[in-house]
């Protein structure tokens, strides 16, 4: 019962979330240096769980995730189908096998997009009301 | 092998099959006596070896899950089983490092894993409880790659360990299935050649020194039984002939002893005749020698008529010489008549008459003169041809002396001959009674030949089954 419960109430979250962030709501932000202009959904997922470090135009990128709230697990949920749960012992898993390291994790949008906007082949992903100065923003296909 | 008897072929091919077996027989000894050292060391060493290589991966495996559980899901509990998993990996190496009779190389190694895992234990036990307390900071993300790639390669070493251990244990019981296989091959091998080689052995042996010889011998006394069976045909014929010519023979000898008797009789005849002959001889001789006797008294006779003719001639000279003295006178008487005129005119007559009587006196004598010169050529001659008859008659006096010894050598050869006929006769007699005797043994020879043609026969039958027996007809 308290299973079906905790399904029950995630279930709940999960719709709330929905509702609350979809993926129209978020932007897909990279360094300006990153030369592509668009990315596909398949790469874009392939960045954040580390298994690329580069477009298909050859430019290296690297994946900066939000701590938590309701953008990072709309984006989570929507582009790399997994729970922020799942996704951090997918890191962690890689940090053990010595695949990869722990992705860099920000609080806010505003700190997303200054660390994105200063580091080389960042990718991130804020609000759609955020401003994007300094940064330029990836179409997802 | 040919100077072999059977015996001593059979024997060898016996002997070929016990050294075969013998031979077979130490050999899967030996290599059973290897087979089980080679199984005592891997059920004693390699076995466990590989036992314990393949726990120590599992253990290590288990201990890498928790070390990761407890990363991953942060979760303390998990360093103690992967502690426990981990000890378990470093005595299950060492267990293998103690293992008596495992190569040295193996055990050194499995020892320095041994050391390396217990290292790494300790190291992972720090830094994964770190990780797990503090979260995944940079500095513990650092070591925690340090580790990761330490623990690869301790699994792969492991792995390799193990795999070694297998592949020992495996290159040691594929030896022993190779090795086992080897001798069962061989021992087949051993057995067909040893097979071979017997049967070879006893085959050649069969046929040279039984069935060859057999058939030889068969052959050898078919064909003498043939030249037995010509010959005793010809025997059988040859004796036909020779009983009929017997007969005949002996036909021919009776014929001859006829004969014989027939000349015998001539011979003796001839003997009679040639005595007869003789004694005509005989008289023939006597009368000649009365003959010579004869002429020689006529030769004598005809001395003296000779002799009397030579008398007579004497005298018819004196009486011519009278007849001239006579006519000389009558002459004288003529002319004193004439003187005396004719007083003696008639004694001139007278004187004339006396001088023609002695012209006939001388004249008759002159004739007989001339007869007695002839009687006595003509004695002459008829002397001179008694003196032929004579030496005539002496010849064939001669002559009679000399058939008269023909003669009586003619009657001694008859009576040899005679003689030599009779023993002749008796030869023959001789000559039929062995003749008879041969005709007898010539129809026995007859006899024994066809007895000997059927005997003939009989082993020629006897061979052609001993040739079914042998079976080789055209060995």
Redesign the interface.
């Known amino acids: 019962m308290k299973h079906i419960q905790i399904l029950l109430i995630a279930a709940f979250v999960g719709m709330c979330a929905a509702v609350t962030a979809s993926a129209t709501d978020i932007k897909v932000i990279a360094n300006p240096n990153v030369g592509a202009s668009s990315v596909s959904a398949d790469e874009l997922k392939g960045v954040f769980l580390a298994t690329k470090t580069s477009l298909s135009d050859g430019s290296h990128v690297e994946p900066v995730l939000e701590k938590d709230g309701p953008v990072h697990e709309a984006f989570v949920k929507e582009y790399l189908g997994k729970t922020d749960s799942a996704l951090q012992i997918y890191y962690r898993s890689l940090v053990f096998t010595g695949k990869g390291s722990m992705p860099k994790t920000l609080a806010a949008d505003a700190d997303v997009v200054a660390y994105v906007a200063k580091t080389k082949g960042a990718v991130g992903y804020v609000s759609a009301g955020t401003s994007t100065a300094g940064v330029k923003t990836l179409e997802v296909k | 092998m040919r100077r072999l008897n059977i015996t001593a072929r059979i024997w060898l091919s016996v002997g070929v099959f016990i050294l075969g077996y013998v031979l077979s027989t130490a050999l899967s000894q030996i290599q059973g006596a290897q087979a089980r050292a080679s199984l005592r060391a891997a059920s004693a060493a390699l076995f466990p070896a590989a036992q314990r290589s393949q726990e120590a991966e599992s253990a290590f495996q288990r201990m890498v899950k928790s070390?990761?559980d407890a990363?991953?899901?942060?979760d303390p509990s998990a360093l103690d089983r992967a502690a426990a998993d981990g000890q378990q990996v470093v005595e299950a190496l060492r267990a293998v490092a103690s293992i008596p009779g495992l190569p040295a190389a193996r055990s050194q190694a499995a020892g320095a894993l041994a050391a390396s895992v217990a290292q790494l234990l300790a190291d992972a036990r720090g830094t994964y409880g770190a990780a797990v307390a503090g979260g995944?900071s940079?500095a513990s993300?650092e070591q925690?790659?340090?580790?990761?790639?330490r623990t690869?390669e301790a699994m792969a070493a492991l792995a390799k360990t193990k795999d070694q251990s297998a592949a020992d244990l495996h290159v040691q019981l594929s030896g022993l299935e190779d090795s086992s296989a080897r001798q069962e091959s061989f021992g087949l091998a051993m057995f067909a050649a040893t097979l071979v080689l017997a049967g070879a052995i006893v085959h050649l042996t069969i046929r040279r020194s039984i069935t060859g010889p057999v058939v030889r011998v068969i052959g050898g006394v078919q064909g003498a039984a043939d030249q037995a069976a010509r010959a005793s045909a010809q025997t059988a014929q040859s004796g036909m002939e020779v009983s009929n010519n017997a007969q005949e023979q002996a036909a021919c000898i009776e014929q001859t002893s006829a004969s014989l008797e027939e000349i015998s009789a001539t011979t003796r005849q001839n003997a009679d005749r040639a005595a007869e002959a003789d004694r005509l001889m005989q008289a023939a001789r006597q009368t000649v020698e009365r003959a010579a006797r004869a002429m020689n008294d006529l030769t004598a006779s005809m001395n003296l008529i000779s002799k009397s003719s030579r008398q007579v001639a004497g005298v018819l000279k004196d009486i011519d010489e009278i007849a001239f003295h006579t006519n000389i006178l009558a002459l004288n008487a003529a002319v004193e008549a004439a003187r005396a005129g004719q007083a003696g005119a008639g004694f001139s007559v007278v004187a004339d008459e006396v001088r023609s009587l002695a012209h006939r006196a001388a004249e008759a004598a002159r004739n007989s003169g001339a007869i007695i010169e002839r009687t006595a050529g003509d004695v002459s001659k008829g002397v001179d041809l008694a003196g032929h008859a004579h030496a005539a008659f002496q010849e064939v006096s001669t002559t009679i002396a000399s058939g008269t010894q023909v003669v009586s050598q003619i009657a001694s050869s008859s009576d040899e001959q005679a003689r030599a006929i009779a023993n002749i006769g008796q030869a023959i007699a001789r000559i039929e009674a062995l003749t008879q005797r041969n005709v007898s043994h010539a129809q026995q020879t007859a006899d024994g030949a066809s007895q000997m043609t059927s005997q003939v026969e009989n082993t020629r039958r006897y061979l052609e089954e001993l040739v079914a027996v042998v079976g080789l007809r055209n060995a």
């Open positions: 070390f990761g990363v991953v899901m942060q995944l940079a993300q925690v790659r340090a580790l990761a790639a690869d």
